[in-house]
């Protein structure tokens, strides 16, 4: 481990900074800001994900977002912040993003959402988590090294009850960290495209949703599918679901919504590299509820404390 930190820490690293979540339908707004506000509702979600487990030094992220519509004038205008947090060995990156999206009727059920984001990116490289023979080697630090730097990122979305398409954008400005003036960290533009849909199944109370992810810096790609069987009847809401990322991974993934709280657990099993034991364990935490601030009596709900 020791040595591939050495490697990170060279004149010029550059880095796939946006990290794969497992169920990133959950997390649309994370990879698209024009999501934000769309579905009507207060939406707040929170993951953790422990990546590679058993292995020193393992990536843990966390991230927390919470979005909403904002009702005036004729069109819907939606807004949204959230928190990234990203401990991979020495470095640690921070994110604080805040996202707008205007969205305009195309057809009788379906919308057409344009997002934009300001982001304030911090990065940290921590001595003490690298381990050397030679702690006076001049290619590490010998103290904390950190930097700071503003980024953007952009996004369509298209949404509709029986499905769901996007693309967006992310690190727009590719920014270029210069820590400690020695190490330099140049942050890669990224591209997403993402899609889904919502299929019934006649008479039941079933439901399937196939969904995909495309991500790309334009000289690495992934690919992940992925489908969901949904169950749901009344305000309650079980789903069991598979993905899988060719080369790379199989997901699998389970949760429920009760009351508008909703809870999932997501296990990424690797194909590839690291092998089927050490994968990475993922949790979901998230809060739904309706949330119209023109209308009188309808933002009234419970507490999610006592639910």
């Excluded at 690293?13 to 169920?23: G, I, L, N, T």
Aim: proline share 4%; hydrophobic share 35%.
């Amino acid at each position: 481990m020791g040595f591939v930190l050495l490697v990170a820490c060279s004149l010029a690293v550059r880095a796939q900074w946006d990290v794969q979540f497992s169920d990133y339908t959950a997390l649309k707004s994370f990879y698209n800001p024009a999501v934000s506000g769309t579905d009507g509702k207060l939406n707040v979600a929170a993951t953790y994900s422990m990546q590679m487990v058993g292995y020193d030094d393992a990536p843990g992220t966390m991230y927390i977002g919470a979005d909403m519509p904002v009702y005036f004038l004729t069109p819907r205008h939606g807004g949204g912040i959230s928190f990234f947090n990203d401990n991979n060995g020495a470095f640690t990156t921070t994110r604080i993003s805040l996202q707008y999206a205007y969205n305009i009727k195309v057809s009788q059920k379906g919308r057409l959402a344009l997002g934009v984001q300001g982001v304030m990116m911090s990065e940290k490289i921590d001595p003490k988590d690298i381990k050397m023979e030679d702690n006076s080697d001049p290619a590490v630090p010998s103290s904390e090294a950190k930097g700071n730097k503003v980024d953007m990122g952009v996004g369509l979305y298209y949404y509709h009850p029986k499905m769901w398409a996007g693309v967006s954008s992310q690190h727009l400005l590719a920014p270029t960290f210069l820590l400690d003036k020695r190490y330099e960290v140049e942050v890669a533009r990224m591209y997403y495209l993402m899609g889904g849909c919502n299929i019934k199944l006649k008479n039941t109370l079933l439901s399937l949703q196939p969904s995909f992810l495309v991500q790309s810096d334009m000289k690495r790609w992934r690919e992940d599918v992925q489908c969901k069987a949904v169950y749901e009847s009344g305000e309650k809401r079980f789903y069991g679901g598979v993905g899988y990322s060719p080369n790379t991974s199989v997901t699998f993934l389970v949760g429920g919504m009760f009351h508008g709280i909703n809870i999932g657990y997501n296990y990424q099993m690797y194909t590839s590299g690291v092998g089927l034991i050490n994968g990475s364990h993922e949790l979901v935490v998230g809060y739904l509820t309706d949330l119209d601030l023109f209308k009188k009596g309808r933002n009234k709900h419970k507490s999610v404390r006592w639910l």
